[in-house]
Nanobody
């Protein structure tokens, strides 16, 4: 296990959550990290990524609602999620960008986010 994701719970539409990802990655501070999500029947989606200099990128589906950040002193990546929608329901994984979706479970177990309408 390279990462431990946490913070996923069930919330109502419009709610907020903060996901955490504690990583045991060599040279974490130099690693481009991302949050991915996988919902049943849907393709895996890279929702956000953050570079070592903390520059960020977001998928259109979450832009303006999610904020990714990192604390290199703690080898941790965060995902602040606001204005949650039922379409955000998924298992959220963090990993280095470039990891194939089928390999995400090799990094960590993921954390389930469920948004009820």
């Amino acid at each position: 296990v390279l990462v431990v994701e946490s913070g996923g719970v069930s919330v109502a539409t419009g709610g907020s959550l903060r996901l955490s990802c504690s990583a045991s990655v060599f040279r974490f501070d130099e690693t481009l990290m991302g949050w991915f999500r996988q919902a049943p029947g849907n393709e895996c989606e890279l929702v956000s990524r953050i570079r070592s200099d903390s520059s960020t990128h977001y998928a259109d589906s979450v832009k303006g609602r999610f904020t990714i950040s990192r604390d290199n002193s703690k080898n941790t990546v965060y995902l602040q999620m606001t204005s949650l929608k039922p379409d955000d329901t998924a298992v959220y994984h963090c990993a280095a960008v470039g990891v194939e979706c089928r390999a995400l479970s090799n990094w960590g177990q993921g954390t389930q986010v469920t948004v009820s309408s």
